[in-house]
């Protein structure tokens, strides 16, 4: 697979005298008015009837000094901007945005229709990042991770073909799966936790097409059980390599929706809330990141391409991420906490950064061998796709890190 036209933007270098971080944090509510069409599901043809719960965009900036980031937690399917990646560098200083989706079912259509909705959208999240970035704080991070079985892998194999599962109320075993939750708190210079960030990988399609009610889906219950239970804070919930993982209650039917949205969203709340207790403090600095475009080919029409912007970072010596703007299948999630070598590693799927598309699914190659929803039929881009923006990733991670030299020994 080529990468072609590909951009790196590099953080500067750190000065020689030590780097303290700061962070900064804003919501803003960015629920749609009623009658915007809702996306999530082909079938459901209505717009939003009803609001059961608002949607925001929840924003933490970091900042070391030499280098800022600025993550922007979504109740979106997805979202893509480039204007607020740009217009937070050029207005608020912030050299890397991440806009990350939970990815819930109950939320509205967004870039593929340019809705005046959608441009207030951009607006709110732009003034959150600027009310984020003029509210910095000292800042010390600390980080826990653990399991908990939410979720299941909706695709079934066998004699090397896939056939869809799309719920699991009977919590049967499934495979590949990761049950891994990571949770990463920031707290300030009292020590009071200013914000918790999970990291799960699970679709938020708790609620079914007969849901015609904007709903953050069991992400927005996580939110409001953790709120409840450490006063003061915001909860961030960055949605992992859910391609394939369903919860066991997926598209839960006939009134019972919203009951177990609420069971599924304090389940994993009161998992995160022990970790929150067991959390390690760690480097807090330096802030390192890198993004990059890279062009694939469409898988259906190979004279066509695709770009797909993604970004990698550091957080001290210990923490990497990766954030691909597409639906990453949970194999690749497990690959990159193997192949980039960092103590802790979080993969954040449904996340723009870059100049490109949104990528849709990203099977691994022997999903789109077996074949199924996602692996041979509604994805687009080519295959190996997935694994090559894991590897461009990881060697970005170890690049940060000082470990890839310019020239081999032995080069020119």
Known sequence: MRSLAWLIV???CLPAQESKLRAGLARVEITPPLGHPMGGYASRKEGAAARHDPLYATVLVLDDGANSLALVTCDLRSFVSQRVVDEAREKHGIRHTILSSSHTHSGPLTWELRSRWYAEAEDKML???GEAKSNLFPAGL?????????GFNRRKVAGGRATMWWRNAER?????????????????AAGSTRAVLVNYACHPSVLGPDNLAWSADYPGALRRHLESQVPGALALFVQGAAGDINPYRDKELGGEGFAAVEEMGKALGERVVVLLRRAARMDAVPLKAAAETLRVRHRWNPAESIDIGITAGLLGRQLCFLALPGEPFV????????KSECRYAMLFGYSYSA???????LPTILAAVEGGYGADFNTSVEVGAGETLIDRGVVHLFRLRGLLKDVPDGGP
């Open 172 to 188: 049967l075993p499934s495979a590949p799966l990761d049950p891994t939750v990571n949770v990463l708190g920031v707290r300030d």
């Open 331 to 338: 194999e690749h999630q497990i690959t990159f906490r193997a």
């Open 355 to 361: 100049p490109g598309v949104w990528a849709g699914y």
């Open 142 to 150: 600390a980080f826990s991770s653990g399991q908990i079985y939410l």
């Open 127 to 129: 003034g959150a990042i």
């Open 10 to 12: 590099l953080a500067a």
